[in-house]
Each structure stands twice: as structure tokens, then as C-alpha cells.
């Protein structure tokens, strides 16, 4: 659960190119003639693909689970008339609209870490979504969970922000669990320290086609990331586009 870390989530995600990440997005609207009016983002985080999306005029409907995030996304996008910003869970959100399309970014979806539990979300997108709509989600690859994060011990010394992030990757139940211990320093130069626990499932391919297909969607495709080549053996990011 994201708590203190939304704090530092800008700034640690600052070699993500958010804007040509909304770029893809829209070729991907582009590549399935999808022209959306509305669309909803779910588990939108800090709001940085929201801004993008705001900046581009849609009726824009972003929800995500953490508060934490939630208010510096609000930070972000509160200019913005044409978009609303909810805190809700994908598992069960009821917002009485339906939309153009639906979006997830940034394996937010991995976060589902119970199959019935993703089962659900798709029900939900597809009960959310207008005929002829479009889903459009990432998430980390199985192999990139097992073999390049899994198991694994990151360190980073930033100027102001020290922190460790150490994964272990439980075989049982694909589950990668990421213990996040930050050091920041306050304005004394005294690092206060926190620590955070998230978990992710590592899910096959087929797994996630075969919800999406119980959901009742009639298209599944899936792309290596940013790109509309087929998977990799060891794509590392998958971005799925699933049709009403
Ligand atoms: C890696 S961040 C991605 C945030 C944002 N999409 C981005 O591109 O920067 C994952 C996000 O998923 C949210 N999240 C996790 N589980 C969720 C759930 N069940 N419902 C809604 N949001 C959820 C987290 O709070 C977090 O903001």
C-alpha cells in the first residue's frame, strides 16, 4: 500500500517519460479507430498520465486506493475542469457512468494479487465501459518479476533520499513481495527513516486473456510495451488492449 512513499514517488519516477507514455496511449486509441470523449484512469497514482490526458481535453475520471496519492495528484490536475478525481478500489468501484475508454498504467494491475480479485476488476471495466469501448492496461511481465526484480536487492543514493528496496520472489503463489526502507533527509540534514511493504503478482499471459474472456470481451490483444510488436521472451513490460 502506497502510504509515506507517494511523497517520494515524483521524484523517484523522474526518468519515466510520462508525456510520450500518453502519447502511445493515444496511438493506441489511434490504432483501434477509438476516438473517446470519456475516460476513466483507474488506480492513477500521482496523476502524472492524468495530467497529460487532462492537457488533451478528454472527460477524464481518475480513481486510485491511496489517499496518499490521491492528494498530490490533486495538486496536479485540480486546474483541470474537465477532470474528477475519486478514491476507490478496482475490485468494487460502482460509479454509476459509463466511458469511451478505460485505462490502467504502470502495472497498477499486478498490484491485484487474487485471480478472483482481477476477475472482478474486469467485470467491473467491462460493466464501466460504453459499447464499442476500449481497455487499455500494463503490467510487469512474469519474467520481469521473477528473474530481473525478483530476488533482488536495489539501492539507491539520491541527494536527499537514500532507500533499499528488497524483493523476494515466493515460487508458491508467483508473489513478489518489495520491502522499501527510504532515508530522507529533513532540513537539519537528519534522515527520518520509513519503511513500506507492496506486493505484487507475477501472472502469465494466458491467465490474464482468459479473465479478460470470462469478462465476456470480445478482442484481446497484447503488445510489447510502447511498441505494437508481439511479446518477447523477455518483454518486460505488457501492455494488453481489450475490446468491449
Ligand atoms: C505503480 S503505481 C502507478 C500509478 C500511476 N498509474 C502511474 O502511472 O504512475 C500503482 C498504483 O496502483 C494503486 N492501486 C493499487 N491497488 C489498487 C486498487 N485495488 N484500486 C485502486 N488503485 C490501486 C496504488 O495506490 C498506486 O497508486
Request: charged share 25%.
Amino acid at each position: 500500500m502506497y502510504n509515506n512513499f507517494a511523497l517520494l514517488y515524483d521524484e523517484l519516477m523522474d526518468d519515466v517519460d510520462y508525456k510520450n507514455w500518453h502519447l502511445y496511449i493515444e496511438k493506441t486509441f489511434d490504432k483501434f479507430n477509438k476516438k473517446p470523449k470519456t475516460v476513466l484512469e483507474m488506480a492513477c497514482g500521482t496523476g502524472n498520465l492524468s495530467y497529460y490526458l487532462a492537457k488533451r481535453g478528454y472527460d477524464l475520471t481518475c480513481f486510485d486506493i491511496s489517499s496518499e496519492m490521491l492528494s498530490i495528484a490533486y495538486n496536479k490536475i485540480n486546474s483541470f475542469k474537465n477532470v474528477k478525481l475519486l478514491n476507490q478500489n478496482m475490485i468494487d468501484f460502482n460509479l454509476n457512468k459509463k466511458f469511451d475508454a478505460i485505462i490502467s498504467a504502470c502495472d497498477s494491475i499486478n498490484y491485484i494479487i487474487d485471480k478472483d480479485d482481477l476477475l472482478n476488476v474486469f467485470k467491473n471495466v467491462k460493466d464501466h465501459l460504453n459499447k464499442d469501448g476500449i481497455f487499455i492496461f500494463d503490467i510487469n511481465s512474469y519474467y520481469k518479476l521473477k528473474h530481473i526484480i525478483g530476488n533482488n536487492t536495489f539501492v539507491e543514493d539520491r541527494d536527499k533520499i537514500y532507500y533499499i528496496w528488497q524483493n523476494y520472489f515466493n515460487s508458491s503463489n508467483n508473489i513478489v513481495e518489495f520491502y522499501l526502507t527510504f532515508f530522507v533527509a529533513n532540513e537539519n540534514k537528519n534522515y527520518i527513516r520509513f519503511d513500506e511493504e507492496h506486493f505484487q503478482k507475477a501472472y502469465y499471459i494466458d491467465e490474464i486473456i482468459e479473465l479478460l474472456k470470462i469478462a465476456s470481451f470480445s478482442e484481446i490483444h497484447c503488445f510489447d510495451a510502447f511498441t505494437f510488436n508481439s511479446l518477447r521472451e523477455e518483454s518486460e513490460r505488457i501492455y494488453f488492449v481489450a475490446l468491449d
